[in-house]
């Protein structure tokens, strides 16, 4: 059994692992770089080691100096998050090598997930419907080109080694399927050392829908219902969630059903997620299976009443799940708003720096996870994600009014934040409706919208200013007129 766990991470993901980690008694390690040296995660594990520069190259991702923590702590198990090395079938298999404990996937059946073409071979043979493109990775332009013109643009160039939104460009011409095809390219090479492509049929004001799959090492399996991912930027997910509005408790169980299939098809085991696009038209296709724990997995543990992180624990120790598909009931509606330090304005630029004061939203069905303190630093070498808000209630409404009052209770001095647009967005009469799609931004013009409002706001608070000063000042010529013994001076000048 799992006594003792490495978090091979870093801010509000190694803290979640943390508190899991000591409700069930099990000792935690945490690793940090130079830039990490104050950070919460130190200090709230068991036992800290340092392992090297600021540069995730040379820290979170150097798998040798983790594994050599590992050993010299006595780490028997890893927890990898999500980023860095969650998704390293190399990293996995060293882990394997060294009898450590990967809380995840085998090595194998994360290599199979991480490559696209053959994940999808595996989804198809399994009968999981896919998104229409090339049959297999294209060997240069002039044949994606080819399939382009076959499937009917637009489509989307994809590396197969991309993820979290990048290695993927958009192209609805000839000309731009060329030039993409070496952008492309260029970004997978610089990002991962290698590059390979498929072409894919884009499909217009799609919805992003996954569910939470998870399957023990005795091969049973089941789904955690579904989380509703559209509202994005540069194809990045900012807001989430469960369930989603067009999802019906019979459509629910039929791509519930898929869901558990794909895990079987690529003998996965432990959490994951399979991810789907739902046409227009209503048919749900097949993308990728994310395999780790997701960053928006809180929302599914609101309406589940799950522990994700123990349960990965459990089935890492060899434990069977404790229930099946029948005694899983979806209970009320959760959001989560990815708190990201950045400027909306300047195309979602980061925006880094210290924070000298912060307040962290808190309350009944209010969830914040976060590494954010007082006096802590965002920093340039990592993503932007600061904090999870996460709001749950028993109907989408209170579940939406409640997220809105958490972001107004939220401040996070020094640095821009993703909180104006969210609030836009959530006080939006499409948004309120379900209206969702990939495009919700572009489509519906949030942009604009939230400069309008950040006017506005502007505007109320000059007048509450002003009111605020007329109200001051007429109680003080009060005070004064009424004073015999004030100076004729005072009167005087107040007349």
């Given at each position: 059994m799992i006594e003792k766990v490495l978090i091979a991470n870093r801010g509000e993901i190694a803290l979640r692992v943390i508190r899991t980690c000591n409700a069930l008694g099990i000792k935690t390690v945490a690793v940090y770089s130079d830039e990490d040296y104050n950070s919460l995660h130190v200090k709230k594990a068991d036992e800290s080691y340092h392992i090297g520069e600021a540069a995730p190259a040379?820290?979170?991702?150097?798998?040798?100096?983790?594994l050599e923590v590992m050993l010299s702590a006595g780490a028997d198990a890893v927890h990898p998050g999500y980023g860095f090395l969650s998704e390293n079938d190399d990293f996995a298999r060293l882990c394997e090598k060294n009898k450590i404990n990967f809380i995840g996937p085998s090595a194998d059946s994360m290599n199979l997930c991480g490559d696209k073409m053959e994940c999808k071979a595996a989804m198809l043979k399994a009968e999981v419907p896919t998104v229409p493109g090339s049959p297999g990775l294209v060997k240069d332009a002039a044949e994606a080109e080819k399939i382009a013109n076959d499937i009917g643009y637009p489509v989307l160039l994809k590396s197969v080694y991309g993820g979290g939104g990048r290695g993927i460009r958009l192209v609805t011409n000839d000309q731009e399927l060329r030039e993409g095809f070496d952008t492309v390219t260029s970004e997978s090479i610089a990002a991962v050392g290698k590059s390979a492509i498929i072409v894919e049929k884009f499909l217009e004001k799609t919805r992003h829908i996954e569910y939470q799959m998870c399957r023990d090492h005795h091969g049973n399996a089941v789904h955690l219902f579904e989380r509703e991912c559209s509202i994005?930027?540069?194809?990045?997910?900012?807001?989430?969630?469960?369930?989603?509005?067009?999802?019906?408790?019979?459509?629910?169980?039929?791509?519930?059903?898929?869901?558990?299939?794909a895990a079987e098809?690529?003998?996965?085991?432990?959490?994951?997620?399979?991810?789907?696009?739902?046409?227009?038209?209503?048919?749900?296709?097949?993308?990728?299976?994310?395999?780790?724990?997701?960053?928006?997995?809180p929302i599914s543990?609101?309406?589940?009443?799950?522990?994700?992180v123990k349960l990965q624990i459990d089935i890492a120790n060899g434990e069977p799940l404790p229930f099946k598909q029948s005694d899983l009931k979806m209970n009320g509606y959760a959001i989560e708003c990815r708190i990201n330090a950045e400027d909306t304005f300047l195309d979602f630029a980061p925006s880094t720096g210290p924070v000298p004061d912060v307040t962290i939203p808190a309350g009944p069905n209010v969830r914040c996870d976060t590494y954010l303190y007082p006096g802590c630093t965002v920093s340039p070498f990592y993503d932007s994600l600061m904090a999870k808000l996460c709001t749950w209630g028993p109907t989408f409404e209170e579940s939406r009014t409640r997220m809105l009052t958490a972001l107004n209770d939220m401040y996070v001095q020094g640095v821009e934040t993703s909180i104006?647009?969210?609030?836009?967005?959530?006080?939006?009469?499409?948004?309120?409706?379900?209206?969702?799609?990939?495009?919700?931004?572009?489509?519906?013009?949030?942009?604009?919208?939230?400069?309008?409002?950040?006017?506005?706001?502007?505007?109320?608070?000059?007048?509450?200013?002003?009111?605020?000063?007329?109200?001051?000042?007429?109680?003080?010529?009060?005070?004064?007129?009424?004073n015999e013994s004030s100076s004729a001076t005072w009167k005087s000048k107040l007349d």
């Open positions: 040379k820290s979170y991702l150097n798998q040798e100096k983790i994005q930027r540069r194809n990045q997910k900012l807001i989430e969630q469960t369930p989603s509005p067009v999802v019906d408790e019979a459509k629910r169980e039929e791509i519930g059903e898929l869901v558990v299939k098809a690529v003998n996965y085991t432990n959490l994951g997620t399979a991810e789907f696009l739902r046409a227009d038209s209503g048919e749900f296709y097949f993308i990728e299976i994310n395999a780790r724990l997701q960053v928006e997995h543990e609101m309406v589940s009443g799950l522990d994700f104006p647009l969210y609030k836009t967005i959530l006080n939006s009469e499409e948004y309120k409706n379900g209206e969702l799609s990939t495009d919700f931004l572009k489509r519906y013009g949030m942009i604009d919208r939230l400069s309008e409002d950040l006017k506005k706001e502007k505007e109320d608070k000059s007048e509450a200013a002003l009111a605020a000063a007329i109200i001051h000042s007429e109680y003080f010529k009060s005070r004064v007129q009424n």
